[in-house]
């Protein structure tokens, strides 16, 4: 099982890491690493052969699983399909779900969790460009 690690901290962020997503085992969840309000987010890896150990829904929360390397099937109540390496798959709540690894190396993935319906403004309806001298 992999663990994260927290690199740094500040008052309006926070950066932490799970590190090579090659090396990354298990299941990790890093919502109070780094005190995230708007979602839940997770690092899965699969080896060959291996399906999350048991169905779920979720009640309120839409999740949007995004897939880094490997391949697999994917199954929503009774529907499956192929999914590969960015593959990005989103499922409403109220659903069962479950997700297998069917290629030769793990499939490694990330999912997203968030209350369905919440987002009310994104990109260019709640960014803005600000003015700060870069000290990159
Ligand atoms: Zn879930």
Known sequence: MSEF???DKGAKYAHVSVGSLKNFEGKQFIKEATGATSC????????????????????ANEENYIILSGAGRFQVNDEVFDIAEGSVVRVSPGCDRNIKCT???????????????SLEQYTATDAEITERKSLL
């Open 40 to 59: 839940e987010i997770s690092f899965g890896t699969l080896p060959s052969g291996a399906a999350v150990p048991f169905f779920h829904s979720h009640k």
């Open 5 to 7: 690690k927290i690199l």
């Open 103 to 117: 290629s030769a190396e793990p499939m490694t993935y990330i999912c997203i969790q968030a209350k369905d319906g």
